[in-house]
């Protein structure tokens, strides 16, 4: 069993910054990718940001510059700096990782989703 579990988001105002932070654990042999997706309300589900295992990154253009993706292997974290933030950013906010697990098998995963509200 594999779980996501995200922290970090809250109430803020336009032009703040939050941190938010996304810890995998359970039946983990190692992880691809991870990365962070946001659903405002009534709007589908958009890719926001993603680190693979290597390092390298990528991000949706409404972002870039303004938000920053992270990870900590040894704690198996991913963390999503977001900097300038605009009340377009606000969204439940999603953390996914592509995992490998103990039995070799790889999958997806999602978390429960944290809300950020950035108010004008």
């Known amino acids: 069993q594999v779980r996501l579990v995200e922290s970090g988001g809250g109430l803020v105002q336009a032009g703040g910054s939050l941190r938010l932070s996304c810890a995998a654990s359970g039946n983990i042999f190692s992880i691809r990718t991870m990365g962070w997706y946001r659903q405002a309300p009534g709007k589908q589900r958009d890719f926001v940001a993603q680190?693979?295992?290597?390092?390298?990154?990528n991000y949706a253009d409404s972002v870039k510059g303004r938000f920053t993706i992270s990870r900590d292997n040894a704690k198996n974290t991913v963390y999503l700096q977001m900097n300038s933030l605009e009340p377009e950013d606000t969204a439940v906010y999603y953390c996914y990782g592509n995992i490998i697990a103990r039995s070799r098998l790889e999958d997806s995963y999602w978390g429960q989703g944290t809300q950020v509200t950035v108010s004008s």
């Open positions: 680190i693979i295992s290597g390092g390298a990154t």
